[in-house]
């Protein structure tokens, strides 16, 4: 049994249907965290995209990036809006500026949903695989590190 | 070269909307809403719906124009036009984009409006039940973040940390809805008044802003304008509401995936909302009444900053109740209750709202009333406003 944030039953990622997000998927289950750099003007790009919104070229690269950064902004849902989270209580979700390369990436910050989430604080990625799932994936989580 | 303007080339001729429900309360199907709206209008402007030649709508509506056009008869459809995007962003594109096809002779009598009995078809604040999610929401869903509340809360609590703005600001949207909505007949929320210990109390949707009285209803119901040529405005029955202007579309990347806009946060008016000023001939201190789309009070917040209607480091002071209540508020706010009080009728009610403010037929009327801005669907993208005027504004 994998042990997860949150509960099982949510819907899992999925690069479907056009694939274009694959390599992510696929680098957070060897514990990478990949994002695009584009090959004609070396500028990072998140989310995915088909083309660099910069130079225009379609020769993006992936390469891996340091899981590491500050959070840029928090919510703690209460009201639950799918089944899988009836009675489960509040949880936090964390959007996080990563360090260096000017992209932010979302995921829940692991620990207690009742601490204090502060603007500004340091984080370090953490790779929470859902081994049990078909087919396997893996989530990008959070954790404290000040 | 003539100066390319929508200002005072049309006008609202005819509203009209259905009785508004509560989610799943609607006797009636959706599309029977839609042409309940639809020859709502056509009697308040004094016209037969086979005088309609033109629909535009939004958010994805499921009443479609040719099926409307078969179904009231319509002798010839000119235009059939669906603004893209979610929730209430396009409720002022649609009503721009009428006019722009009235204004440049592709159509004489178009129809904007919105049918929507979330009854009968999917609530937008449970998240699909689904095995597995592509594109965005993969990188979304799996950590809990599926409804519109919770995708737009982020940009909320960013944007209340950085410019220190406190919950009573929200709190006094949500009030003076509220108050406006307990005149309204029509207002789902009439009879069931709020005040300031009982938004309090209220539970948490999402912390850190959002209570449950910072949410909007789901509702079923109806609601429809007419738009017209300006030179025959006088020709109805009704005092015409003139468009002044109408902007739409996005900030830069707006839509860029899983929250990496550079402007962030925002509600994505900045672009939009001066070249709509410029369009009306207008400053922000000339607008009398102001209708802001409500899906969340914290969008509210974003779209009268973005649209130069409060300063962010005054919201505090100016975003009180009795600023916003009409009729003596110094900026009357969703007067008619809004998508929080009234009814969630993805923003149109309060383009109605607006136009009855300008003919001076309003519940709750306010004294100054030549001018009135609509602010369409914040946080969404693309995002769209406009702005009424009466005939002494042109």
Not at chain 1, 44 to 66: A, K
Not at chain 1, 111 to 125: L, S, Y
Not at chain 2, 42 to 63: L, Q, T, V
Not at chain 2, 114 to 130: C, D, E, F, I
Request: proline share 6%; net charge negative.
């Amino acid at each position: 049994m994998s042990t997860t944030y949150l509960p099982s039953g949510l819907p899992a990622p999925s690069s479907a249907p056009d694939g274009l997000s694959q390599p992510f998927w696929d680098g957070t289950r060897q514990r990478r965290l990949m994002i695009q750099k584009c090959s004609g003007c070396g500028a990072h790009q998140w989310g995915p995209e088909w083309i660099c919104h910069r130079c225009h070229s379609f020769d993006l690269d992936w390469v891996e990036v340091q899981g590491s950064g500050r959070i840029y902004s928090y919510e703690k849902p209460h009201h639950p809006v799918h089944q899988a989270l009836s009675g489960h209580g509040p949880y936090v979700i964390v959007l996080v500026e990563l360090d260096g390369v000017n992209v932010r990436m979302l995921g829940n910050l692991l620990g207690d949903p009742a601490q204090k989430v502060e603007i500004g604080a340091t984080v370090e990625a953490v790779f929470e695989p859902h081994d049990d799932a078909d087919p396997p994936y893996t989530l990008v989580q959070w954790r404290r590190i000040d | 070269m003539a100066e390319r303007t929508l200002r005072g080339k049309v006008a609202i001729a005819g509203i009209g909307e259905t009785t508004y429900y509560r989610h799943g309360k609607s006797p009636d199907s959706e599309f029977k809403l839609a042409l309940q709206a639809i020859v709502r209008a056509c009697e308040d402007a004094g016209i037969s719906p086979h005088d309609i030649d033109g629909f535009a709508s939004y958010g994805g509506d499921r009443s479609d124009g040719p099926r409307l056009a078969a179904a009231l008869g319509i002798k010839t459809l000119r235009f059939s036009n669906m603004f893209w995007g979610g929730g209430g962003g396009g409720v002022c594109g649609a009503v721009g984009n009428a006019g722009a096809a009235v204004a440049t002779g592709m159509a004489d009598c178009v129809v904007a409006f919105r049918s929507l009995a979330q009854g009968q078809y999917a609530r937008y604040g449970r998240g699909a039940p689904v095995a597995s999610v592509g594109g965005d929401a993969a990188f979304t869903a799996p950590y809990g973040m599926m409804s519109p509340a919770q995708m737009f809360a982020m940009k909320v609590t960013r944007f209340m940390a950085t410019n220190g703005i406190s919950d009573t600001a929200l709190r006094a949207i949500s009030l003076a809805c509220y108050h406006h909505a307990q005149n309204n007949p029509n207002a789902v929320m009439r009879g069931r008044p709020l005040d300031e210990a009982m938004y309090d109390a209220s539970r948490w949707i999402i912390e850190p802003h959002f209570h449950l009285y910072d949410c909007c209803q789901e509702n079923d119901g109806a609601a429809a304008v007419i738009v017209v040529p300006a030179e025959q405005a006088k020709d109805f029955r009704t005092t015409p509401a003139y468009l002044l202007a109408c902007g739409q579309g996005g900030d830069h990347r707006s839509a860029a995936p899983v929250h990496n806009m550079p402007d962030y946060p925002g509600s994505h008016f900045k672009a939009l909302a001066p070249r709509m000023y410029d369009m009306a001939q207008l400053s922000p201190a000339e607008i009398d009444i102001v209708q802001c789309y409500e899906n969340f009070t914290g969008g509210v917040l974003m779209s009268l900053v973005e649209h130069g209607l409060v300063k962010a480091d005054e919201a505090n002071e100016v975003l009180t109740p009795e600023n916003l209540k009409a009729p003596g508020g110094k900026m009357p706010l969703n007067t008619s209750g809004g998508n929080l009080a009234e009814c969630y009728m993805h923003g149109l009610e309060l383009v109605i709202e607006a136009v009855r403010q300008i003919r001076g037929t309003a519940i709750n009327q306010s004294a100054r009333r030549d001018t009135a801005i609509v602010i369409g669907g914040p946080m969404v993208t693309p995002v769209s406003s406009l702005i009424l005027g009466s005939e002494a504004s042109l």
